[in-house]
C-alpha cells in the first residue's frame, strides 16, 4: 500500500496492464480471436458461408436452368415481365405527333444457337412486336420509328452452347444499347 501511495502513476499503469491483460485472457478462452465463423447462429439466424480454399463437391455436368422459355409466346412474356419499365400504348403514329423520326435495328448475336428473341418497337411505321426461335447465331430487324428515348426493346436467350450473347440497339446508325451475358443459357436485355 505503501508503494502505491509513493508511486501512483507507477501504479496506475500496472492496474490497467492488468486489466488488459485479464480481458485479453477472457477474449481468448472464450475464441473472441478466431477468424472463422462459429458453428452456433449469428444473432439467431443461420451462420455465415465463407469460400474454401478448394471445392468440396467437382461440377461434372452444367446445370440445366428450370425457367428457359420453351416457346416464342415466353420470350415474349419474359419481354413484358422483364422489369425493365414498361411501354404505354400509343394511339396513331409517330409522325402524326410530330415525334422526330429514327431508323432502328435491334440485334441479337450469339457464337451458338439462340432458343429465342423478343422485340418490341412501340412506335414502329411497320410491326411492331415480335418473337421468334431463330436456331441461328444472328438476329437482325430493322424499322422507322419516332420519338426520343426508349425507342426499342430486345430481349435474347442463348443456347447451351452458346458462350456469350449479345444484344444491340441501334438508332441511326449510332449504337445506344449494348449488353452481353456470358455462359451457356445466357439470357440479355437491351432498351434504347
Known sequence: MEWIQRNPKKAVALSALLVLCL??????????????????PTLGGPSL???????????TVLPTPSGMPTSVDGVMQGLNSSGK????????????????????????????EMMGVGWWIPFADGERKGGEAPKSK?????????GDADLGRILAY??????????MIVVDGKVTEKQT????????????
Not at 159 to 167: D, Q, R
Open 49 to 59: 458461408a465463407t469460400p474454401t480454399a478448394t471445392p468440396s463437391q467437382h461440377l
Open 138 to 146: 444472328t438476329f437482325s430487324h430493322s424499322d422507322t420509328t419516332y
Open 85 to 112: 419499365g414498361a411501354f404505354t400504348k400509343s394511339f396513331g403514329t409517330g409522325s402524326s405527333k410530330s415525334l422526330p423520326k429514327h431508323h432502328i435495328v435491334v440485334k441479337a448475336v450469339s457464337d451458338g
Open 158 to 167: 442463348g443456347g447451351p452452347t452458346s458462350k456469350t450473347t449479345t444484344c
Open 181 to 192: 451475358a456470358k455462359g451457356p443459357y445466357g439470357q440479355v436485355f437491351c432498351q434504347g
Open 23 to 40: 480481458v485479453l485472457l477472457v477474449w481468448g478462452l472464450t475464441g473472441g480471436g478466431d477468424d472463422s465463423p462459429d458453428s452456433s
